[in-house]
């Protein structure tokens, strides 16, 4: 009498366990980077390929701050969709850009004006080293239009609940498993689309 094989139930009670393997700790990094408690983020932005109905060629990143999401791009019609965090300056600037630099643990520079506001962030103006602490977190990627760096990112975060939300400062950042596979897939060159979006209510106050 043979034996049926054990099923294997997700580790989070009523979560896709592709999803629990996909957001799992990642110990290879050169910072282990810790599994994602995915009770706290809503499924919606789970990493997941879809339908994406868009002129924008593949491989085209697009980004949509206003409903926290960003798309890359695929062949026939489809595209892999990451959920995002958006801070007020993620809604500053929209148009097209290029990633002319990406960064594996980047170290995390504050503007001058961050500093200002935020004094205890001076022993960090000539830079915040890599680490699970650095807000830039896993990796990033930078936008240009030209040679001009328009000072937006695309980039990891070491607060996962961020997910979702619009936060007062910082551009647009993924979490860290996301934004490493992220990063895996497009080269520099890459043609970044931001598209508008208003201004939330409770930002337009800060």
Sequence with gaps: MTQS??????????????????????????FPVPAIDLVKIDPQFFRREIAYDTPEEPGTIVVDPGNHFLFLVRPEGRAIRYGVGVGRDGFDWNGRATIRRKSEWPVWTPPAEMIKRQPELEKYRNGMP???????????????????????????????????????????????????????????????????ADMPADLAAL
């Design 5 to 30: 094989p054990p099923v294997i139930e997700s580790a989070v009670p009523g979560i896709d366990p592709g999803f629990v393997r996909m957001y799992a700790e990642i110990p290879s990094e050169r």
């Design 130 to 196: 890599p680490g699970l602490d650095n807000p830039l977190g896993a990796r990033a990627l930078y936008l240009y239009q030209g040679d001009r760096d328009t000072l937006y990112r695309i980039h990891g975060t070491n607060d996962p609940s961020s997910i979702g939300l619009s936060l007062s400062s910082g551009c647009i950042r993924l979490l860290n498993q996301d934004i490493i596979d992220l990063h895996s897939r497009v080269p520099l060159g890459t043609k970044v689309v931001v598209l508008q």
